[in-house]
């Protein structure tokens, strides 16, 4: 059933998401001094943080998760950049909604929507950026 599940998928899976942990971190500084200390718009703040996570997360997972030897690189950072862009977009309206819907918490909220966004990213920069399988 779950066939395309190949151990080297998962393994890359894996330290996708370890990548990710290390961008929660840069996303979360980063937001968070924006927002606390500078003043800056919430949402902006996100994507401020969003969009520093994202080009730190490109290199590692560059390097380490995908081993990439494309010499296209700027081609492939576009493609991740662009990638990661839709997240944001999808990050952002799911954080709209939980937090002005739901009332639920900025910060919890936004573990949710990168939950979520997790997801998306890996399975299009497995595909498109990083052609994977």
Same mark, same amino acid.
């Given at each position: 059933m779950f066939d395309f599940l190949s151990d080297a998928l998962v393994s890359k899976f894996v330290k996708f998401i370890i990548v990710g942990f290390i961008g929660v971190f840069v996303d979360f500084g980063?937001? @968070?001094v924006f927002? $606390?200390?500078i003043k800056v718009q919430k949402f902006i703040s996100n994507a401020i943080g969003f969009t520093l996570a994202a080009t730190s997360n490109y290199f590692l997972n560059r390097m380490w998760t995908f081993r990439s030897h494309?010499? $296209?690189?700027m081609v492939e950072f576009g493609n991740f950049f662009l990638i990661s862009m839709?997240?944001?977009v999808i990050n952002t309206l799911i954080l @709209?909604?939980?937090?002005t819907k739901f009332k639920i918490n900025f910060y919890i909220s936004?573990?949710?929507a990168i939950g979520v966004v997790t997801l998306?990213?890996?399975?299009?920069?497995? @595909?498109?950026?990083f052609h994977v399988g």
């Open positions: 980063f937001t @968070y927002k $606390e200390f494309n010499p $296209e690189m839709i997240g944001l @709209y909604l939980i937090v936004k573990l949710f998306w990213n890996f399975a299009a920069n497995s @595909y498109f950026t």
